[in-house]
């Protein structure tokens, strides 16, 4: 299995298996405003033994983040990785333009990045946009994102070049 988790505030963790069929797809756990370090280190043990490698999103501040919203997503950053490391996972930290920028290809550059990557979720797995979505219709890109990290891990495990939008 494999694993692709998106360490934002509205991130998700999801597990692929091998075959690339979710076996788990879920928000980022969170209490009193930050990431529940007991829920997310359920997960890694309940999963951690079937876990091949676990990406995980390299977050970094952007312009005009303020200093709290930028020590927030350090914290949630450390977190994840500690968990992971707590439960002996090996992992590897994928920059966003690096995991996209693989996912996207075949899929026309003039969308924005959370467009594509809708487009290629939708295409991989077509029910995901129901499953992925509130029940106000608000669309939980974190998920997405987690879903297409994961797959970007299977993908790089696999060796595969085949471009998963076309």
Known sequence: MICGVDPGLTGGLCI??????IALLTKMPFAAKEIDLRELYKYFKQHGPKIEKVYIERSQPF??????????????????????VANGLPYELVP?????KAIHKGVTPKLKSKEKSLIVAKRLYPGIAEICTTPRGKLLDGLIDALLIAR???????????????
């Open 63 to 84: 312009p005009g983040m303020g200093a709290a919203s930028q020590f927030s997503v350090g914290k949630s950053f450390a977190y994840i990785e500690a968990m992971v």
């Open 96 to 100: 966003p333009s690096v995991w996209t």
């Open 152 to 166: 970007y891990g299977l993908n790089t495990m696999t060796k595969s070049d085949t471009p998963v939008g076309a």
């Open 16 to 21: 692929l298996t091998s075959k690339g069929e």
